[in-house]
């Protein structure tokens, strides 16, 4: 499980304008994993840019498990040193 954390987190991490990614979980739902994540962009990016990003992620993960039934991404602004 821990290997297909790091894995996940290089595959988003992989993705163009993706700042950071945190909180990566993977449940088992049945035979079924359903996994979630939270990736860092930059704030002022579109909501268009953004569910693309989001799309790409889904598709790559899914391409890499196909076990994983469910992703749920959810985009952050990029949080800078201070918070
Ligand atoms: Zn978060």
Do not use: C, W
């Amino acid at each position: 499980m821990m290997k297909k954390i790091a894995y996940i987190e290089s595959i988003a991490k992989s993705t163009t304008r993706i700042r950071r990614v945190h909180s990566i979980r993977l449940r088992k739902l049945g035979p079924y994993v359903v996994e979630d994540m939270h990736v860092e962009v930059d704030g002022k990016m579109t909501v268009n840019e953004a569910h693309k990003i989001t799309e790409q992620i889904e598709e790559k993960v899914k391409q890499e498990f196909d076990k994983v039934a469910e992703i749920k991404v959810r985009i952050e602004p990029e949080k800078t040193q201070q918070n």
